[in-house]
């Protein structure tokens, strides 16, 4: 009888230790933790509950962390993209009085010329005759753009001698879609930046718009006008365009990060004064790059939740939370 307990007893203590391991675990994943205390005699084990605490007000639930915003009135633009180039704002091209040779060109690309200059000589002498050389004049100040002409060539009174423009003023030219022309008009507002200049924002306005809509392209030709100059920008430059083509000021508005869009309905969530959360539906307006328009659904005041959305749900309690760091309010 001893021989055969003697035998047993090892399996014993193995199967009890399996079996406290199995307990362990399942307590562990149910939430429960077992922790010792202590008494006179040292022994005895008791479980204990660990509950996450609740924040007050919350009635025992959880409270969750989000980041909210608080609805203002204010403007929302929409916007177009396109692309441009930055083209002098008036250049005038000369030509000779008389055909002929040309003999020599007195100036290069990137002279400062002033009217009256004497841009090259042109000898109109033909077979059996000979003339003075005549002197090729430029009819307004400015900057030389260019000189397709060369030493030696033929000319006649309709060959382009040089090309002089203002550089101090300069445009950005490009082109609209016939889409967005609507409310397209001189003075309209938009944004422009370089490829060349990285980081740098610029204001500019439509200063010219062409009375045709091309037929080929279905667009319209537009000027824009930098609100500030810089010497940094050049002619000939790449420019990327984003103009306003609708605005809307002193209305209603949420920021794109708090609406929920479904296929149906948009909406969001509204933080209570008991700092539970409601599910609102909302009627959007103009669509901004950043904020929505809301013409029913939200007052000024109000505050919304921007992050955390998809982790509450209609009368969750939750904490408000600031900063990068999660301050609690």
């Known amino acids: 009888m001893k021989k055969t307990i003697s035998r047993s007893l090892p399996y014993a203590i193995i ?54 915003e608080t609805i203002t009135s204010g403007s929302v633009n929409n916007y177009t993209t396109i692309h441009g180039d930055v083209v002098v704002n008036n250049e005038t091209k000369i030509y000779p009085n ?60 309709n060959t382009v001698i040089a090309t002089v423009g203002n550089l101090s003023r300069f445009k950005i030219g490009t082109a609209v879609p016939e889409r967005y022309l609507a409310n397209l008009r001189i003075g309209t507002s938009a944004q422009i930046r370089f490829d060349a200049i990285p980081g740098v924002v610029y204001a500019a306005r439509v200063s010219e718009m062409s009375p045709v809509v091309d037929a080929s392209s279905r667009t319209l030709d537009i000027s824009l006008e930098l609100d500030r100059s810089d010497p940094r920008i050049l002619v000939g430059m790449f420019a990327t365009v984003k103009l306003i083509t609708e605005s809307r000021t002193n209305v209603v508005t949420a920021p794109r990060v708090s609406v929920i869009l479904s296929s149906t309905e948009a909406s969001v969530y509204i933080v209570k004064d008991g700092n539970t959360v409601e599910r609102r539906t909302v009627v959007l307006g103009l669509e901004g ?21 998809s982790s509450v749900s209609d009368g969750d309690s939750v904490r408000i939370v600031d900063g990068e760091a999660g301050v609690a309010k």
């Open 15 to 68: 199967t009890i230790v399996i079996v406290l391991v199995g307990a362990s675990i399942v307590f562990k994943e149910l939430g429960l933790s077992f922790a010792r205390k202590s008494s006179h005699s040292g022994k005895g084990l008791t479980a204990q509950l660990s509950a996450p605490s609740a924040g007050p007000g919350s009635g025992g639930k959880q409270s969750i962390a989000v980041r909210a």
């Open 98 to 157: 008389v055909g002929g040779k040309l003999l020599e060109r007195n100036v290069s690309i990137g002279s400062q010329v002033s009217k009256g200059t004497t841009l090259a000589l042109v000898d109109p002498s033909k077979p059996g005759e000979s003339y003075l050389p005549n002197p090729i004049e430029s009819t307004v100040s400015g900057t030389v753009l260019s000189i397709p002409v060369h030493e030696g060539d033929t000319i006649t009174a």
């Open 289 to 309: 790059e950043d904020s929505f328009e809301v013409k029913q659904g939200l007052k000024p005041g109000e505050k919304v939740v921007t992050e955390g959305k």
